[in-house]
């Protein structure tokens, strides 16, 4: 079962920054918190992940608070394209299959014109 | 170049018969991975396999058979396919096997499996 809660929808201006929140307050201290998104028909794109310190990439930058219980995925320009389902997959740092990536119902991004 | 690549894209077919879905990667990955994806759209994960080996198995009928015939090679074959294998697979690909920093998984596009 997913060990994460998230909004089942939003919408965002394009061009606009898109903050996707997301709780995970059972995270223990060896396990990641991971991002990825599903356009339609396609297959999951990674996004981003973190482990305790704020990341950023080409993507996306990701928020994770002092406490790691939530963390906030950050689209600084929304586009269009961006218009997707959002996973946020808390998984442990061990081989196994404690490392698998347990997909939840996400968050269904719609991007607006 | 696609990274992780599926045969083929659409594949329809009758109650009880066998089919197989192909899957390759061009990353120079260790580990492939089979994702099913059902019609509430709730993906899971079917199989791991890591240097041409069986990881993890997560209770799928045994019907359902993966088949690696080399690293960059990971195809799934069914048999006496049920309604209830209509869904999309996916497969997916890592560098290594060990979760953490280095294993981000890459998926492929999806085969939709529609039994009828």
């Known amino acids: 079962d997913a060990k994460t809660t998230q909004p089942t929808s939003m919408d965002c201006a394009e061009g606009r920054a898109a903050n996707l929140p997301c709780n995970h307050s059972?995270?223990?201290?060896?396990?990641?918190v991971y991002w990825y998104r599903q356009i339609h028909s396609q297959g999951p794109q990674y996004i981003i992940h973190?482990?305790?310190n704020n990341e950023t990439n080409e993507m996306a930058s990701l928020i994770i608070t002092e406490d790691r219980k939530s963390s906030t995925l950050i689209l600084p320009h929304a586009t269009l394209r961006d218009t997707a389902v959002y996973y946020c997959?808390?998984?442990?740092?061990?081989?196994?299959?404690?490392?698998?990536?347990?997909f939840g119902k996400g968050t269904k991004l719609s991007v607006k014109p | 170049d696609t990274a992780v690549s599926q045969t083929p894209k659409y594949l329809v077919t009758q109650m009880g018969n066998d089919k197989s879905i192909k899957c390759e990667q061009n990353?120079?990955?260790?580990?492939m991975y089979w994702y099913k994806q059902d019609s509430k759209k709730f993906l899971k994960i079917m199989f791991s396999y890591n240097n041409k080996e069986l990881i993890i198995n997560e209770t799928v009928p045994n019907r359902f058979s993966p088949k690696s015939p080399d690293k960059a090679h990971l195809n799934l074959h069914i048999n006496s396919l049920e309604l209830g294998d209509s869904a999309v697979y996916f497969c997916a690909s890592s560098q290594v096997f060990l979760a953490g920093d280095q294993d981000t998984q890459y998926f492929g596009p999806g085969t939709r499996l529609t039994v009828l």
């Open positions: 997959i808390v998984r442990k740092i061990y081989g196994g299959s404690q490392g698998n990536l347990i």
């Open positions: 059972t995270i223990s201290g060896n396990e990641y």
């Open positions: 973190g482990l305790k």
């Open positions: 990353l120079g990955h260790d580990t």
